[in-house]
Nanobody, 115 residues
Framework: QVQLVECGGGLVQAGESLRLSCAASGSTFSINNMGWYRQAPGKQRELVASISSGGSTNYADSVKGRFTISRDNAKNTVYLQMNSLKPDDTAVYYC?????????WGQGTQVTVSS
């Protein structure tokens, strides 16, 4: 089992920045991809960014150039630096970790961007 705990969400104004972090614990050996998803009210959960164990990254078009995902394998932690936030970025952000065929999810952290 892998446990994921996110932190760093909050309420900010448009144009400001936030940094989310997600720490994995438990059976963290051989975690492959890690990523961030978000879900806004009334919408489906969507991928924001992902990063492989080797550091390859992938971003949703809506966040390219504004968000940066990074990973510290020694600490089993993944980060999401969010700059130039927009009201459309308001959502619950979930951390995700893939280990073999299993997917693990964190409890989510709320990000609210006011205009």
């Amino acid at each position: 089992q892998v446990q994921l705990v996110e932190c760093g969400g909050g309420l900010v104004q448009a144009g400001e920045s936030l940094r989310l972090s997600c720490a994995a614990s438990g059976s963290t050996f051989s975690i492959n991809n890690m990523g961030w998803y978000r879900q806004a009210p009334g919408k489906q959960r969507e991928l924001v960014a992902s990063i492989s164990s080797g550091g390859s990254t992938n971003y949703a078009d809506s966040v390219k150039g504004r968000f940066t995902i990074s990973r510290d394998n020694a600490k089993n932690t993944v980060y999401l630096q969010m700059n130039s936030l927009k009201p459309d970025d308001t959502a619950v952000y979930y951390c995700n970790a893939q280990k073999s065929i299993l997917l693990y999810w964190g409890q989510g952290t709320q990000v609210t961007v006011s205009s």
